[in-house]
């Protein structure tokens, strides 16, 4: 049987693409058609084995990042990223269950009757919602943005900045997501009337001036966003809050970055479990990354760039697990302490649980441990496995809210 001539160009020019099993190329050819199955399968296996490799070298071992960030459509598939959370507050959905809203309208004139298409309008509904913005928008709110629950801000493909006013509250509320938004420069706010659901509105007293506020909120999730400069915290959790995943967030330029717990005389606070994980503690941060109280904090993974007093702290008991993380101590030779027990004397801190298991000290940081050291003791201060130290700066290299474009990775 003959072989084209075309058919023999196809097969010699795959063979030498190597697409071609070598056992073609050295015996009698019988069957050309058996010949284009091969190479067709052949064709088939190395773009395979090509998008593995792909997705392979896409990945970080961020686990967050890497159940979602190799996915070039993404965009059509924007609700998966609820499947992607760790630690505490892994069990956040958000609006994953709902349908998408749109934000179209970056304004924010009436807080009480605020227009649709706005975020005030989409954050207050009573059903589930994933919201995402039509364009790039500077939101300045008017008062604090008081979210309803099971609700998802998610920032990808646009770059949002709420900024110039009162910013995010999480009050009394659960299943919350925060994804890909800068928030800065957040201002207080209050006496006011400001709406929190379809059916209700309320007078609000004087606000913080946080950039989020969790107020007795659970199940929350607050990623890749890019915070800084606000009036009192960057992300303060307070009044019972409990399962909570603060990662892969790019803080800077602010004093008083994360408190974790109300005040040292609410117990209630005793349940609070929060993971801290694979952040970016920056340029012109001062202390509390995060300042703990009562509860269980796992601190996992985070690159510490940045501190002018300390980097962890604590008072009235907290247990403090430190595992994998960077610390890059400051020049000034009175500050390389990583923590700072707080209001107590140290015949009585020296009982807190507080340990640091596999972090990177550099440039003379240091950490001072406390309690029993027992694994046992921390067992409600665990919430996920930490990878090496050494891999921290690779894993935290995307933290704060993410350049993302349609049809392609992110």
Same mark, same amino acid.
């Given at each position: ?36 199955? !091969? ?12 998008? =593995? ?51 179209? &309208?970056?304004?924010?004139? &009436? ?31 008017? !008062? ?123 117990? !209630? ?17 001062? !202390? ?51 923590? =700072? ?8 801190? =020296? ?54 474009? =349609?049809?392609?990775?992110?």
């Amino acid at each position: 049987m003959a072989i084209p001539l075309s058919l023999l160009l196809v097969i010699l020019s795959l063979i030498i693409l190597g697409l071609v099993p070598t056992f073609i190329s050295s015996s009698p050819v019988q069957d050309p058609e058996q010949i284009v199955q !091969q190479v067709n399968q052949s064709i088939r296996n190395a773009t395979t084995a090509k998008r =593995k490799l792909a997705s392979l070298s896409c990945r970080t071992g961020n686990p967050i990042d890497d159940c979602w960030r190799c996915d070039p459509h993404w965009e059509k598939n924007r609700q998966r990223l609820a499947n992607c959370a760790i630690g505490f507050g892994k069990n956040a959905i958000g609006g994953r269950d709902g349908k998408i809203y749109v934000v179209t &309208d970056p304004s924010d004139r &009436d807080p009480v009757n605020p227009k649709p298409g706005t975020l005030r309008h989409a954050v207050i509904q009573d059903k589930p919602l994933w919201i995402i913005f039509a364009r790039d928008m500077v939101i300045r709110l008017k !008062q604090e943005l008081i979210m309803n629950s099971f609700k998802t801000i998610d920032g990808r493909g646009a770059k949002v900045h709420i900024t110039g006013g009162p910013c995010i509250t999480i009050q009394y509320v659960t299943n919350v997501i925060i994804h890909g938004i800068n928030i800065h420069d957040c201002k207080r706010g209050g006496n006011a009337y400001v709406r929190d659901s379809p059916t209700h509105y309320g007078w609000r007293t004087i606000s913080d001036g946080d950039g989020v506020s969790i107020f007795g909120g659970s199940h929350i999730w607050v990623d890749h966003c890019s915070l800084s400069n606000c009036n009192d915290g960057q992300i303060d959790a307070i009044h019972g809050s409990t399962a909570i995943t603060i990662s892969n967030n790019y803080f800077t330029h602010h004093d008083k970055v994360m408190l974790l717990g109300h005040s040292d005389s609410y117990k !209630q606070d005793k349940n609070m479990q929060v993971t801290i994980a694979f952040n970016h503690f920056g340029e012109g941060l001062v !202390q509390r990354m995060p300042r703990c109280r009562h509860g269980y904090f796992h601190v996992v993974n985070n690159d510490y760039t940045h501190w002018q007093m300390y980097a962890i702290g604590g008072s009235a008991n907290p247990t403090i697990n430190s595992q994998g993380n960077r610390f890059v101590a400051p020049n000034n030779v009175n500050r390389k302490e990583v923590t =700072k027990h707080e209001n107590a004397p140290e015949s009585t801190w =020296k009982r807190w649980n507080w340990r640091s298991e596999g972090d990177l000290m550099l440039n003379g940081a240091f950490f001072t441990p406390s309690g029993t050291g027992a694994s046992s003791s921390y067992a409600k201060a665990s919430s996920l496995g930490a990878s090496p130290s050494s891999l921290v700066r690779s894993m935290t290299a995307g933290a704060g809210a993410l350049v993302c474009k =349609k049809g392609s990775r992110c």
